[in-house]
């Protein structure tokens, strides 16, 4: 199975912020990034299926590229970032924040979730997807979850993933047996 994974616009928040699972609004240039994005997805014809994030950023984007009803799926969320949602990098007030900087990749933030608990989160998702018989799938989400699914997918390397992080818009091709 072919899996499209794209990932939502730029967002209208303050540069430094972190958003996790907060619903934010899309940035003012929504309208020519997302066409950007319908012009490459294009290229991949048609889908079986599309799942995308309840979230409204991946959402719009979806809607945008013809697709008014996708399927949504919790799973599909970003990562949470609990206490720290909304808070600017630099003004968080926490002892657990340092432990997150020397090891994000494990340490969990306040009251939220790690990057293995995401995987785990996407793995059941992908799992189940692979039970579905699609040939074609598209999902619109956030940079965590398409991570996630170069690693589920054999893309790159634990060591390797966040130098794999796609920019806004970005779009990631995987396979699934």
């Given at each position: 199975?072919?899996?499209?994974?794209?990932?939502?616009?730029?967002?209208?928040?303050?540069k430094g912020t972190c958003y996790g699972q907060t619903d934010v609004p899309v940035a003012a240039t929504f309208e020519s990034e997302a066409r950007q994005v319908l012009e490459r997805l294009q290229l991949y014809g048609s889908f079986d299926a599309v799942y995308c994030s309840p979230l409204?950023?991946?959402?719009?984007?979806?809607?945008?590229?013809?697709?008014?009803?996708?399927?949504?799926?919790?799973?599909?969320?970003?990562?949470?970032?609990?206490?720290?949602?909304?808070?600017?990098?630099?003004?968080?007030?926490?002892?657990?924040?340092?432990?997150?900087?020397?090891?994000?990749?494990?340490?969990?933030?306040?009251?939220?979730?790690?990057?293995?608990?995401?995987?785990?989160?996407?793995?059941?998702?992908?799992?189940?997807?692979?039970?579905?018989?699609?040939?074609?799938?598209?999902?619109?989400?956030?940079?965590?979850?398409?991570?996630?699914?170069?690693?589920?997918?054999?893309?790159?390397?634990?060591?390797?993933?966040?130098?794999?992080?796609?920019?806004?818009?970005?779009?990631?091709?995987?396979?699934?047996?």
């Amino acid at each position: 199975m072919e899996v499209i994974l794209i990932r939502h616009t730029s967002v209208a928040v303050e540069k430094g912020t972190c958003y996790g699972q907060t619903d934010v609004p899309v940035a003012a240039t929504f309208e020519s990034e997302a066409r950007q994005v319908l012009e490459r997805l294009q290229l991949y014809g048609s889908f079986d299926a599309v799942y995308c994030s309840p979230l409204t950023r991946a959402r719009m984007l979806a809607t945008y590229c013809g697709y008014d009803s996708p399927i949504i799926d919790e799973r599909l969320k970003e990562i949470n970032m609990g206490d720290w949602e909304m808070q600017k990098y630099d003004e968080i007030k926490d002892a657990n924040l340092q432990r997150w900087y020397d090891d994000y990749m494990n340490v969990a933030p306040t009251n939220g979730e790690s990057f293995p608990m995401l995987y785990q989160r996407m793995k059941g998702f992908l799992d189940e997807l692979r039970t579905k018989g699609h040939r074609r799938v598209a999902i619109f989400a956030h940079g965590g979850i398409l991570l996630c699914a170069g690693l589920y997918a054999g893309l790159f390397s634990w060591e390797e993933s966040m130098k794999h992080l796609a920019g806004y818009g970005g779009i990631e091709r995987i396979e699934l047996p």
